[in-house]
């Protein structure tokens, strides 16, 4: 499980675990670290995908139903063991959606929360505009490509570091645009409550298909900054309280 999952701080007597999922590009170091911040009853493990960090050396994943099957074949038992909420951010959105999706499907467990963030809810116009956007293989075309979906990058200077960036992040994008969503075959797939959260300063996403996913309540909440609003620790902060708050009201 070290593999796929971070955990900074072990609470083994919490009563719900946090499964967050990075955004395209994204690593464990910003989220896994939310484990210091919240509070004794919630446990975090932040996913790992192939080909960065401890598994630079694994090839990428092909597709979105490699990546979903790894993280229920890994995490299911843990899953089945106490309640569990997911927060994803930017297109990790899909990712957690997917596994969701999967888990209600084929083993009926579902999330006490859903917590998205800065993305199309994926019933949406703007997400299917994203699945089928083209995607180049030259870095500063694909980045172009990326301020349109809202990630606006800062790059580091060292052009070693710029270039593998790139390149993790051109391989999430193509992860993401194979989730496939059916709305119409699902009927409602959550019961779970849905809170959103977005960047005032982000582009505009469309975001009222997340009330359509649930028979719960769907909430949404507009915090200051770009798409990368929630590393201002101001913002995580309120995130960190908000979440607590709606997982210790939550019927665990």
């Not at 670290?33 to 446990?43: A, C, T």
Request: with cysteine; hydrophobic share 40%; proline share 4%.
């Amino acid at each position: 499980m070290e593999k796929l999952v971070a955990c900074v701080q072990k609470r083994p007597g919490a009563l719900c675990r946090l499964i967050c999922f990075p955004w395209a590009g994204g690593g464990t170091s910003q989220l896994a670290q939310w484990g210091k911040l919240f509070s004794d009853s919630i446990e975090v493990f932040c996913i790992r995908l192939p080909g960065r960090e401890t598994r630079l050396e694994e090839p990428f994943a092909k597709d979105m139903t490699s990546v979903v099957n790894e993280v229920t074949s890994v995490l299911l038992k843990e899953l089945k063991e106490k309640p569990f909420a997911f927060f994803a951010h930017g297109l990790g959105t899909y990712m957690s959606l997917a596994v969701a999706l999967h888990l209600k499907e084929k083993y009926g467990l579902e999330p006490v929360h859903l917590f998205m963030s800065a993305a199309h809810a994926p019933n949406s116009a703007g997400h299917l505009a994203l699945k089928s956007m083209a995607l180049s293989d030259e870095d500063n075309e694909f980045l172009e490509c990326m301020e349109v979906v809202g990630g606006s990058y800062e790059l580091p200077h060292n052009e070693d570091v710029r270039k593998n960036m790139v390149l993790v992040s051109r391989e999430d994008t193509r992860v993401f645009q194979t989730f496939s969503f059916e709305k119409a075959e699902m009927n409602i797939p959550f019961s779970c409550d849905v809170t959103y959260f977005c960047g005032s300063d982000d582009k505009i996403y469309d975001v009222q298909g997340w009330r359509e996913l649930t028979s719960g309540d769907a909430s949404f909440y507009e915090l200051p900054g770009h798409h990368f609003y929630l590393l201002k620790p101001s913002n995580e902060s309120f995130l960190i309280k908000h979440i607590t708050r709606c997982i210790e009201n939550a019927d665990l």
